[in-house]
């Protein structure tokens, strides 16, 4: 079986923005390539998943979407690391218009594109990680039965009284790494 590194977007590779679209709004967080060369080569899988509820609300298409992830990509790619998929849910059970007003079981908090990603690629979640920016991130990988729950400070606002899940609580995804090291 396969190990993962499931990865969302918004918040923890690229700057958080709200509902990006463009590829000129597009920036890296720092140290991001670093560490999914580092997880690559310890035979990590690297998996994207993400919320993208600006589908829903109308803000833009999923053919956008699709471009920027194919450009998102790409990056990575010129750098040497391989993002093996993209699952994205393009519904909101509240803001959604038309046929994406949905409750999906494949949006976040719902573990849908992790157990869908563990299917399609023979994935051991028991030894696989999630980094997340948002509570619903973390609660989806627990409820997929994910060992390692990350949880960063580069995205959404973080409130330390609030309960939650992760296993530790990082400034972004630069910082894996280091705690990687000590856990294994």
Known sequence: MEKALFLDRDGVINKEVGYL??????QFIDGVIDTCLFFQRAGYLLVVITNQAGIARGYYTEDDFHTLNCWMVSQFQKCGVEISKTYYSPYHPDYGKGRYRKDSFCRKPKPGMILQAKQDFNIDLTKSI???????DIEAGVRAGI??????????????TQHCYANFILESLADL???????S
């Open 177 to 183: 790494p280091s705690v990687y090291s000590l856990e």
């Open 147 to 160: 060992k390692h729950c990350i949880l960063v400070r580069s995205g959404h606002p973080i409130s330390l």
């Open 130 to 136: 999630i980094v997340g920016d948002k509570q619903s």
């Open 21 to 26: 679209y463009r590829i000129e709004d597009f």
